[in-house]
């Protein structure tokens, strides 16, 4: 049988995850199972082990682990959920367009360029918001607490 390529062969150099440098290095093919490669060699420590494939080749962006995805995804979605529950409970509040000079209070909606429109849920004294969008939290700054 005739091997279509000829650089995976026993004594070649391929390019494995080495499990105990943990990185990608050069290897020599110490073993083959058919076409593929079962067992290798690290250049560098010298080590025999199970062939893995190059992580630079699978995994070109570090992915975030399962849990943080999830705890990511799970923050976002409580803001949503609270800013749902927030316009529903405001709906008939007057939307307001957000300014730095205009003056709002706890419940205010209104509508900002960047973000969207959202909802105040905390007034920091003496001039500063908090406001949810629908995917995020924003501090902002207004006009502060009026004496009227
Ligand atoms: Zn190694």
New binding site residues.
């Given amino acids: 049988m005739a091997r279509t390529n000829p650089s995976t062969e026993v004594a070649q150099e391929a390019l494995s995850y ?1 499990t ?2 943990k990185m990608d ?1 050069n290897h020599v093919i110490v073993a083959m199972k058919g076409d593929r490669i079962a067992k290798v060699q ?1 250049l ?2 010298k ?1 025999e082990h199970v062939y893995r494939a190059p992580k630079g080749a699978t995994e070109p962006v570090k992915k975030k682990s399962k849990k943080e995805t999830a705890a990511a995804e799970a923050a976002i979605s409580s803001i949503e959920a609270e800013w749902t529950k927030l316009m529903t409970a405001h709906k008939d509040a007057p939307m307001k367009p957000y300014s730095m000079k205009a003056s709002f209070a706890l419940g205010d909606k209104l509508k900002h360029p960047t973000f969207g429109d959202g909802i105040v849920g905390k007034l920091i004294y003496p001039n500063k918001l908090e406001v949810i969008f629908s995917n995020n939290i924003k501090v902002l700054i207004h006009a502060g607490v009026t004496n009227q």
């Fill in positions: 080495c105990s440098c290095l690290c560098t420590c080590k």
